[in-house]
């Protein structure tokens, strides 16, 4: 039966179409009879994998994005990532290159920008920080799922050049202002300028996401830090399983 189909076939490309078909239907039948887990390393069902596999999480300074975010990296070790980000500025003590950043000169990452090579990127301090589409690529070609720790401005633009991504996107929000502006001050990192910085920042990126409903699938409460991290479980469920 196999050989007379074979036959029939008269052109490369048809005997090229004819067996992606078979090759096709025998994963179709082996998921029904298996699962789709079984085909997961057989191309055709994994494809899909690498691209709706980052999860977009932001939230204003100090509202315990790192806290959660650690216990999820602790509990779940192999199964998540950070993509390593790109900066204009000059390697600290003990930075390597690849590995914390890609240190990069600015007319070459200025060029990276503008082909299109950027999922984000923000002007700090005087430097270019952004992530590169190809370091998330990088994070879900290890089968982890991407994690994107980002500002307000970055969170917007990922949403405009990764829409076909289909990113899950995260807001961590603290219990009120006051309560958040006691975390900072706690957690005794920053210095007087700073801690105005961040604050003003703070009000506006909460003020813009609470006249913006709906730019967040998830918004996570973080007053009490065990409720947070079980509504975070849930809201990555579908990459835990
Ligand atoms: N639910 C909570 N209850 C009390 N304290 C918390 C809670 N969550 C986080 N914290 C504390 O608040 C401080 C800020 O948290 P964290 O550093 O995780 O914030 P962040 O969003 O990552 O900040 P940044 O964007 O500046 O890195 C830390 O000292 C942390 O221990």
Do not use: W
Not at 89 to 103: I, L
Not at 191 to 210: H, P, V, W
């Amino acid at each position: 039966m196999f050989h007379a189909e074979l036959i029939k076939c008269y052109s490369e490309v048809d005997l090229c179409t004819y067996l992606s078909n078979k090759f096709k239907e025998m994963i179709a039948r082996t998921a029904q009879t298996m699962g789709a887990a079984a085909c997961s390393g057989m191309g055709v069902l994994s494809t899909q994998t690498p691209s709706k596999s980052i999860v977009v999480i932001t939230g204003p300074s100090g509202c315990g994005k790192s806290t959660l975010l650690n216990r999820l990296f602790d509990a779940y070790p192999d199964r998540f990532g950070f993509s390593v980000s790109h900066t204009t500025r000059s390697p600290r003590p003990g930075e390597e290159n690849g590995v914390h950043y890609h240190f990069s000169q600015r007319s070459e990452m200025q060029q990276l920008i503008e082909k299109g090579e950027f999922m984000e990127h923000a002007e700090f301090g005087s430097n270019l920080y952004g992530t590169s589409k190809a370091a998330v690529q990088n994070v879900c070609d290890k089968g982890q799922i991407c994690i994107l720790d980002i500002e307000l401005q970055g969170v917007l633009q990922v949403k405009k050049v990764a829409a076909d991504m289909s990113p899950v996107f995260v807001y961590v929000k603290p219990p009120t202002f006051e309560t958040l502006e006691q975390r900072l001050r706690d957690r005794q990192t920053e210095n007087k300028d700073s801690l105005e910085k961040r604050l003003s920042q703070a009000k506006k990126d909460m003020g813009y996401i609470d006249e913006n409903p709906g730019l967040f699938d998830y918004t996570i409460v973080n007053d009490n830090l065990d409720t947070a991290y079980q509504d975070l479980q849930t809201a990555l469920k579908p990459f835990l399983s």
